[in-house]
Structures are given as C-alpha cells and as structure tokens.
C-alpha cells in the first residue's frame, strides 16, 4: 500500500479536504472519490461509523490508516474533534454545469450572490442539500470549494451541483431574487426550474442581479427586525418551495 502521508502530501494542493467524520462521511455516501484518509484513533472512527452510519463503515475500515497525533497535526491545520481527515477529487466543472443547466429541473438552483462568510456558504449547501437542490452557485471572488466552507457544508457538496459564475453565466430559468420590497413570497409558487438569488450579507442585491430578475420576493419579517441570517433565508425560501411549489415528495 502506498504511504498515506506521501500520498496526502503529493494531492493535498489539488483535492478537497474532508475534516472531520462527517464531511468523509457524507463524501462517501454521495460518491466522492476518496484516495487517502488518515485518523489519530481508527477504532473510534469506526465504532462511530457503526453507530451513526452503517452504511459507509466498510468502506471506512477500507480507507482508513491510523497516523501518530505529531504526523496528523502536520496534515491538518486545524484538526476535528473525531480526529479523521481525508482528501477527495472535486467533481469536474464539466459535470457540476451540466447539471446546473440540464432542463427540465427538478429542484431550483440557490444563487449567492457575492458571499462574504465561509461558513454561511457552507451551510447554505448544506441546506440546498438536504432540501435537494440542483445546485448552488456563487459570485464574487469566495470559493465555494475553500476548506472552511466544505467544513461547514458537513461534506455535502458531493450531494448537490456546487460552482462560482458570473450573473451573465448562470443558467436558464426564472430569477426569483430575495429582497425586503419584493412581494410576499407566502403569495408566491416557486417553480422546480427557479433560480432563488440573495444578496451579499452586507451590501444585498447589486443592481445587476435585480435587473436580471423576473420576480423579487420578501420574507415575512416583524417591523424593526433589519434582516435574517443568509443560511435561515435559505431555508425558509427552500422550505417554502418544498411546501408550496412543484416540489414532489
């Protein structure tokens, strides 16, 4: 077998960390390639495989090679709590665009538009995940794909279509784009072929992305209350798809 630190120092530049049993966890489940993972303790990971998710334990006990605290520390900058890290091949850009504009969609498509925070990215994706989006796309200059965002997306960007485009390159589909003086998105059905658009935390909506827009919608707010968190309107949107769309159980 090859020697998993010469390995993980040979990828490490090009692939995507997995930290943490969740991340690899998820990565798994939904595909990812995986070339080399190392943890501190590999009894425990696997008696939490076992217990959390069976599914992936044999994989796991496949994978795994235990490595010295000294040699993991030097691996990863900022280890996890359950001490298990991996490294995995990023989908192709290829496959994650064609997905994001095959027609019909089944589920809509989550614009971020310019994000500032690593870790609301990372749960937005988790969230487009679980609801099961086609996808979240970014602008700006964050990548979606940084450590810290795959950290807080748990891994799941295996489970959806995750890229960074400019407005003029997102794909086909109404724009429905979140914003205080939009309509009343309890009025509103979201189609499956939506592209559901929110602003940067700091600044919102650029004058861009809402003149690309076909409809501009609200969240229902109590008065005096400034905004919601990015990832808390995500979900609300998502939800609100997910109960009144097209979405299909």
Known sequence: ????????????????????????KHAVRF??????AVTTGRAAVLELAEELAPDVRATLDEL???VPETVFASLVTRPHPTSVAALAVRPSRAANLETLARAPRTAPVVVLEDPRNLGNAGA???LAAGFG???????GTLDPWHPTVVR????????????RLTVDELPAGPLFALDPEGEDIRGTKLPDDALLAFGS???GLSAELRSRADHLVSLPMRPQVSSYNLATSVAMTLFHWSATGDATA
């Open 31 to 36: 595909g990812a390639r995986v070339p080399v």
């Open 152 to 163: 807080g997306g748990a891994g799941l960007h295996f489970a959806t279509a995750v890229e």
């Open 124 to 126: 937005v994706i988790r």
């Open 201 to 203: 935390e700091r600044s």
């Open 1 to 24: 077998m090859n020697d998993p630190v010469r390995v993980w120092r040979q990828l490490s530049d090009d692939s995507v960390l997995l930290d943490g049993f969740h991340a690899l």
């Open 64 to 66: 795994l090679t235990e």
């Open 133 to 139: 989006a086609t996808g979240v796309v970014t602008t």
